[in-house]
Nanobody, 115 residues
Framework: QVQLVESGGGLVQPGGSLRLSCAAS????????MGWYRQAPGKQRELVAT???????NYADSVKGRFTISRDNAKNTVYLQMNSLKPEDTAVYYC?????????WGQGTQVTVSS
């Protein structure tokens, strides 16, 4: 029905930047909220940032001022610009979108922050 394809993860040094993308395709009439979550080894998945259909944003305290979420409705794509990355940002990052009454998850992309 709905497929999500994530890209942009990788290995970066502390203080560096990465930009994640998540493109949705399939049976989509309208996407409501979009968001990014992450899961570090041995930890629960946690919210990183969300953006509503009216572009209101919400961030976890740990990423405020460093990460920026945005969306391109024409492309059904959500982005996460990550700056000033820290080792504690290392995790698998997942996108999540709300379509109608359903939520869909991406496959995850690994972000590793290490020197």
């Amino acid at each position: 029905q709905v497929q999500l394809v994530e890209s942009g993860g990788g290995l970066v040094q502390p203080g560096g930047s990465l930009r994640l993308s998540c493109a949705a395709s399939g049976r989509i009439f309208r996407i409501y909220a979009m968001g990014w979550y992450r899961q570090a080894p041995g930890k629960q998945r946690e919210l990183v940032a969300t953006i509503t259909s009216s572009s209101s944003t919400n961030y976890a305290d740990s990423v405020k001022g460093r990460f920026t979420i945005s969306r391109d409705n024409a492309k059904n794509t959500v982005y996460l610009q990550m700056n000033s990355l820290k080792p504690e940002d290392t995790a698998v990052y997942y996108c999540n979108i709300e379509v109608g009454l359903n939520y869909y998850w991406g496959q995850g992309t690994q972000v590793t922050v290490s020197s």
